[in-house]
């Protein structure tokens, strides 16, 4: 017997995006997903951060752009999702948790330690979303990521928070000072 299909049971077949480095021109082409996604002073700034952010990712499907991420390395060490927009057509189909974990897999492989991204309060569905990868909400009073907590007094201004959005912060590996200094464990080093 020959197991039945997602299209069998009338539901449609998830789509396949392939996601692509976004540069210059190509740019314009978020422009109304970010109408799409976003009002007010979060249009303006998106769009603005569009322009001038140093990564933007895309996802792509035959063709059409149906999502991006924005991409800023804000240290060495701290990678910094700014947004996460899917076209409206494309939500509900685990766009932003692709485009999230594509965030995550770039950061780290340029040997980031921890990856950030701001939500609004309020916007439960981004909320869940960060949460399910891991990501926890970042206290203002805890220790900074350099002492082993996710705190990030220093670069909250350069994140551009407002009121009402709350940081969440995700360590993607150890810190790279954790070790250093440290004898190998062993009868040879006491």
Known sequence: MVPASIEDKGMPEEPSF???DLAGDDRERAVPILIDSFEGIYRW???????????VRGAVYHGELAGITML????????????IAVGRTYRGRGLGGILLDDAIARFVADGAEIVYGAVEEENTASVRLFRSRGFREVERKELGYREGGLGAWGLRSRMMLVSGEVLYGKRVSPPASSNAGLAPAGPDHR
């Not at 700034?45 to 990564?55: C, E, G, M, N, Q």
């Not at 800023?72 to 947004?83: A, S």
């Open 18 to 20: 392939t996601l692509v």
């Open 72 to 83: 800023e390395r804000l240290t060495p060490e701290v990678g910094y999702v700014y947004y």
């Open 45 to 55: 700034h998106a769009k603005r951060t569009l322009r001038r952010i140093p990564r």
